[in-house]
């Protein structure tokens, strides 16, 4: 999806809790385990992308849990290469 010039990634797509019918774009070995908006943000720094954060937005298809965020990135790549990249960076933090 397209928004304000950028993808918009939900943390939902790297999420290894949610199934993929809930939303998750990632096989779940690649995703991680409930990730923080922080952990994003700090991961799309790191790999050089330029975004803008929306912390209190609902994925819609899950309207009725807690508030999840997202993040326009600046980009022209599909949204699955930088949800890997970001879920890789993210992993790799976490060690």
Do not use: C, H
């Not at 999420?15 to 990632?26: E, F, I, K, Q, T």
């Amino acid at each position: 999806m397209k928004k304000k010039g950028g993808r918009i990634l939900w943390l939902v797509y790297i999420d290894a809790s949610v199934p993929r019918s809930r939303g998750r774009v990632l096989p779940r070995g690649l995703a991680v385990e409930k990730p923080s908006l922080k952990e994003v943000v700090q991961a799309l720094e790191e790999l050089g992308y330029k975004f803008q954060v929306f912390p209190d937005k609902k994925y819609p298809p899950l309207w009725f849990e807690e508030k999840w965020g997202y993040v326009v990135v600046e980009t022209n790549e599909k949204i699955r290469e930088i949800a890997s990249k970001v879920a890789g960076k993210i992993r790799e933090m976490r060690r």
